[in-house]
T-cell receptor
Framework: DQQVKQNSPSLSVQEGRISILNCDYTNSMFDYFLWYKKYPAEGPTFLISISSIKDKNEDGRFTVFLNKSAKHLSLHIVPSQPGDSAVYFCAASWWGGSEKLVFGKGTKLTVNP | DTEVTQTPKHLVMGMTNKKSLKCEQHMGHRAMYWYKQKAKKPPELMFVYSYEKLSINESVPSRFSPECPNSSLLNLHLHALQPEDSALYLC????????????????FGSGTRLTVV
């Protein structure tokens, strides 16, 4: 039973446009969410995070939105660049869950020039 | 140094072999992790070491044996593996006991691609 779901295995976007990657979760105990980016043959790299006390966190071209009532978060990349092409993982944790992160299956983003 | 280094990058081993995966970080992180990732699946937690002590074992079969010789090193000893254990093994580290709440989350290594034949 997947507690973190990324229902779109892939997404293709034109350079300069907005990329929106979605993530849903089922465990209401989750209170901290992270996005990781992964290039082929490399480990995942931390991108941005958000605490459940916020509904938005922004870092440069990357913004994460959290809708707790819907148990949904999204990552917006504006403007998208070809170098953003990678697999993006959503991850979640909870206070009392110690060091454990639960990952989604990932969404492969392709940004076309 | 802001990296987690994993060796080897690729490993092919027979089902009767004994091998070890190595992981090293020099960021002063006190928590280290082993994750397993199969194709088109999310990374799955195997083990967590916190302050050099095993704090989480996610019911991993005993053919996988972790070891943390010191705060900078993490090993995963492999013995009598099965072909279904073929996967990407990722090591990660973080600053402390509740890493998800520490800015930056985990720092991952590039992984070891393991093939069991």
């Amino acid at each position: 039973d997947q507690q973190v779901k990324q229902n779109s295995p892939s997404l293709s976007v034109q350079e300069g446009r907005i990329s929106i990657l979605n993530c849903d979760y089922t465990n209401s105990m989750f209170d901290y969410f992270l996005w990781y980016k992964k290039y082929p043959a490399e480990g995942p790299t931390f991108l941005i995070s958000i605490s459940s006390i916020k509904d938005k966190n922004e870092d440069g071209r990357f913004t994460v939105f959290l809708n707790k009532s819907a148990k949904h978060l999204s990552l917006h990349i504006v403007p998208s660049q070809p170098g953003d092409s990678a697999v993006y993982f959503c991850a979640a944790s909870w206070w009392g869950g110690s060091e454990k992160l639960v990952f989604g299956k990932g969404t492969k983003l392709t940004v076309n020039p | 140094d802001t990296e987690v280094t994993q060796t080897p990058k690729h490993l092919v081993m027979g089902m009767t072999n004994k091998k070890s995966l190595k992981c090293e970080q020099h960021m002063g992180h006190r928590a280290m992790y082993w994750y397993k990732q199969k194709a088109k699946k999310p990374p799955e937690l195997m083990f967590v070491y916190s302050y050099e002590k095993l704090s989480i074992n996610e019911s991993v079969p005993s053919r996988f044996s972790p070891e943390c010789p010191n705060s900078s090193l993490l090993n995963l000893h492999l013995h009598a593996l099965q072909p279904e254990d073929s996967a990407l093994y990722l090591c990660a580290s973080s600053q402390g006991h509740t890493p998800a709440r520490v800015w930056g989350g985990y720092t991952f290594g590039s992984g070891t691609r393991l093939t069991v034949v």
